[in-house]
């Protein structure tokens, strides 16, 4: 098994994917960065427009910034299982490995590896940045308080649990880009939607989960929304990043491969 | 060696593999041709236990695909030239199967040393040539130093320097002790190089049968006349061997010329005279126009 994970991961290391895929995450770090530097506690129309960095809610948005990208992680699970139908590298796969469900783990543990690492990098980024700018601000420069070990240890977590979630669904439709558009389509539109309109099912979906360990609860001072407790949302992710692993796994080990 | 055992695979309501049932045998290399469509890249695809059979049974040294300990090191295959991310490079390609089949990572520069890809072993796989995939599929059957060696279609897309060289591979890998069935459906390609042939239409096996068998046949005339009696007395009296097949007589171990001559003794009339090719290529051109004309492949091939 071993050896198979280390197969995987250098599948991962010897395409540029992967290096996209950081870029376009860290970026969006980076903007949830930029709108926190640039409206916490700054008078807009008279208004404050975000509360000012000694809120502890201003400080877990700088945090939580680092999970803007988690997307993104989904997206790479993704590619690393429809991208072997795509190009067909699935066939030597099992060729090497007849014992496809090992195939299958070994690709579930790598890139849940890989996604934990991919949280890590950016957690170092958005604390590279957050810390200066909230003590130029004047705000806590404490990464124990406010819940920040919690939001930055979820961040690595829920970057993990996506990938599997990203594998899973890559498995079940095997087609790149329709996986991607249903990916991006769920969580940025459908799921978005369904929080705001019945919030007590949106607590319950995936984007839900992510809130609730990295505890964004409400963008921009906005309503609170309903939001499970982290212990609450680490379980509700695990369990979709491992039923999204087992449809994986199921709907892949019997196929004909033509 | 490879048995394969009344094995047969629908899709739906197309039968691409019905009944088929042939061996290859260590130390020889085993052609499976058959025209396009007829069900050889399924077979070998359940071979490798790619494909789940409807019924039967296809093993290598009498077990299946899937129940191997380490199949890399037993069984080579390069299915099509088409598994390969554009992206990755030829060594990282050959890298991830060593990795995955704990096989040692000096094996990589061997493989490539051998298919004579070092040079372009660093570049990725998008910017290569057909025949600089195939010679990478290759590379990556020869990895494990394996056995038994299954190739689907090995020569398409080299150029003909690439394909004496596949052959010279295969009859040294042969040679060796190893078991090579190489599928095609260009006759010229393998005939040069297989010693057994398996030939499929329609997912059924028309012929199985060892080439020197086939070629005994082979540079023959045929000939066609109503003084059949008559001529063949003459022929044979000239040293001529005959056989009379469908109408015509086969005559081998004379020139056309001296047949003429028979004729002319004999008072024979002759309505056709004609080189006979060789049994092989007769049978697969036939088999290709049945296919084409959608006719249900002949058993054995009458000619004609």
Not at chain 1, 208 to 223: L, M, P, Q, S
Not at chain 2, 191 to 213: F, N, P, S
Request: glycine letters at 12%.
């Amino acid at each position: 098994m071993i050896r198979l994970i280390q197969a995987e991961l250098l599948k991962i290391r010897s395409t540029r994917m992967w290096l996209g895929m950081l870029a376009l995450s860290l970026g969006f770090t980076l903007l949830g960065l930029g709108f926190f530097i640039a409206l916490a506690g700054v008078e807009m129309n008279g208004q404050p427009g975000l509360p000012p960095v000694t809120d502890p809610e201003t400080v877990r948005g700088f945090y939580a910034s680092a999970s803007g990208g988690v997307l993104f992680m989904m997206i790479l699970g993704i590619i690393g299982i429809t991208g072997e139908y795509r190009h067909q590298t699935i066939t030597q796969a099992f060729l090497t490995t007849p014992g496809r469900n090992r195939v299958l783990i070994a690709k579930l543990i790598s890139y849940s590896l890989f996604g934990a690492a991919f949280g890590v990098a950016n957690v170092v980024f958005t604390v590279a940045i957050a810390l200066p700018a909230l003590a130029i601000k004047g705000g806590s420069t404490s990464l124990l308080d406010h819940d920040v070990p919690i939001i930055l240890g979820g961040t690595v977590l829920a970057m993990a649990l996506y990938a599997l979630v990203g594998l899973g669904l890559g498995a079940l439709i095997r087609n790149q880009v329709a996986a991607i558009i249903v990916a991006v389509g769920w969580t940025q539109l459908v799921e978005s939607l369904l929080t705001v309109l019945v919030p007590s099912v949106g607590q319950w979906l995936p984007v839900g989960a992510v809130r609730a360990i990295t505890r964004v609860t409400g963008f921009g001072g906005g309503a609170e929304l309903d939001t499970l407790p982290v212990w609450g949302g680490t379980l509700l992710l695990l369990g979709y990043g491992l039923a999204f692993a087992a449809i994986a796994t199921v709907t892949t080990v019997r196929r004909d491969i033509t | 060696m490879i048995t394969i055992d009344g094995l047969s695979k629908s899709f739906g309501s197309v039968r691409a593999v019905d009944g088929l049932t042939f061996s290859a045998q260590p130390g020889t290399v085993t052609g499976f041709l058959g025209p396009n469509g007829a069900g050889k890249t399924t077979t070998l695809r359940m071979l490798l236990g790619l494909v789940t059979p409807t019924s039967g049974r296809a093993l290598i040294d009498g077990r299946p695909y899937a129940e191997l300990e380490r199949p890399a090191e037993l069984v080579g295959a390069a299915l099509e030239a088409t598994g390969f991310h554009p992206g990755r490079s030829a060594r990282n390609h050959l890298r991830v199967i060593c990795a995955a089949a704990g096989l040692p990572v000096q094996r990589v520069d061997a493989a490539l040393e051998l298919t004579g890809l070092t040079e372009a072993a660093d570049r990725g796989v998008g910017g290569f040539s057909l025949g600089m995939r195939q010679r990478l599929a290759l590379a990556a059957a020869v990895l494990g130093e394996p056995e038994v060696l299954i190739l689907d279609e090995p020569a398409n897309g080299l150029d003909p320097a690439g394909i004496a060289w596949l052959r010279s591979l295969l009859r040294n890998l042969a040679d060796g002790g190893c078991t090579v069935l190489v599928s095609s459906h260009v006759l010229s390609e393998v005939e040069q190089t297989v010693d057994h042939v398996v030939i499929v239409a329609r997912g059924r096996l028309v012929r199985d049968v060892a080439l020197a068998e086939l070629m005994h046949d082979h540079g023959g005339l045929r000939v066609r006349t109503a003084q059949a009696a008559e001529l063949t007395a003459e022929l044979e009296r000239a040293g001529a061997s005959v056989r009379t097949d469908d109408g015509r007589l086969l005559v081998t171990g004379v020139s056309a010329e001296r047949i003429g001559q028979a004729a002319l003794d004999a008072r024979a009339v002759l309505t056709e005279l004609t080189e006979e090719r060789s049994g092989l290529e007769e049978i697969f051109l036939q088999l290709t126009r049945d296919e084409m004309l959608g006719a249900e492949p002949a058993g054995t091939v009458a000619g004609s």
